[in-house]
């Protein structure tokens, strides 16, 4: 009989995120609400014209905030099950944590466990991103690019039919800022979402050839976004 034992994240100990990069999270936590507070009491009273576009800004905001801490607060999907005696095991297991290897399930060097449906270890989240949180990073590069978006269409309008020649540069320059922002966030929101419709984790997006079947690429978000205890061996685990 197989010997399992339960990681930290069962035995109530698994310690949210890698404690040893939580300045970065901070920080980035930090650099996004200046960012915003800046878009919201500079930018947006001072040439937003439309009220309900406003808020409809600041709840992208929110939201991208609420999806932050959701990335760095959701246990990732790391591999549930180990064992203490492989002697009669046949399958694949880890060489360094000795959890049961299955189809995308890759071991994250810096946090030392195995995770499925590994996708990368985001050091500004302090996490791994794999099976459990990955929707939530989608969310937060997506409502984040939506308001950064909507903030940039103001301004370009402004910048076309402003009176006011000393607010120019003060206008171009927001502009200039934010599609530089825009550039290195915009691969990320593509990426993701490709990769969401193809049921693709990063090591296998340039493999496959692209479906772009309707009912395929449904399905294949249906999954993505309803995931969270669909693991198999999760589940065998939980009812032992």
């Known amino acids: 009989m197989l010997n399992y034992k339960g990681n930290l994240w069962v035995q109530k100990n698994?310690?949210?995120?890698?404690?040893?990069?939580?300045?970065?999270?901070?920080g980035t936590v930090a650099g996004t609400l200046l960012l915003?507070?800046?878009?919201?009491?500079?930018?947006?009273?001072?040439?937003?014209?439309?009220?309900?576009?406003?808020?409809?800004?600041?709840?992208?905001?929110?939201?991208?905030i609420y999806s932050m801490f959701r990335v760095n607060m959701t246990e990732p999907g790391v591999q549930m099950q180990t064992i203490s005696d492989d002697k009669y095991f046949d399958g694949k297991l880890c060489e360094k944590c000795k959890a049961i290897k299955i189809d995308r399930c890759y071991h994250c060097k810096?946090?030392?466990?195995?995770?499925?449906d590994f996708e990368a270890h985001c050091f500004l989240m302090a996490t791994c991103i794999g099976r459990r949180n990955i929707k939530y990073l989608l969310g937060l590069v997506?409502?984040?690019?939506?308001?950064?978006?909507?903030?940039?269409?103001?301004?370009?309008?402004k910048l076309f039919v402003s009176d006011c020649k000393k607010e120019?540069?003060?206008?171009?320059?927001?502009?200039?800022s934010l599609v530089l922002t825009l550039?290195?966030?915009?691969?990320?929101?593509?990426?993701?979402?490709r990769n969401a419709s193809q049921?693709?984790?990063?090591?296998?997006?340039?493999?496959?050839?692209?479906?772009?079947?309707?009912?395929?690429?449904?399905?294949?978000?249906?999954?993505?976004?309803t995931r969270f205890y669909d693991s198999q061996l999760y589940a065998s685990f939980m009812q032992n």
């Open 14 to 26: 698994y310690v949210l995120g890698n404690k040893t990069q939580y300045p970065l999270f901070l």
């Open 36 to 64: 915003y507070l800046y878009c919201d009491f500079v930018l947006l009273q001072k040439y937003c014209e439309i009220p309900n576009l406003s808020k409809v800004i600041v709840t992208f905001q929110i939201l991208s």
């Open 110 to 116: 810096f946090c030392d466990h195995c995770v499925n």
């Open 142 to 157: 997506t409502f984040t690019g939506i308001a950064l978006y909507l903030l940039l269409l103001i301004l370009i309008y």
């Open 168 to 176: 120019l540069t003060f206008i171009i320059l927001n502009i200039v």
């Open 183 to 193: 550039v290195h966030l915009n691969p990320f929101i593509y990426t993701t979402w």
């Open 199 to 225: 049921n693709w984790t990063k090591k296998e997006m340039n493999r496959t050839k692209f479906n772009g079947s309707f009912s395929y690429i449904y399905n294949n978000y249906k999954q993505f976004f």
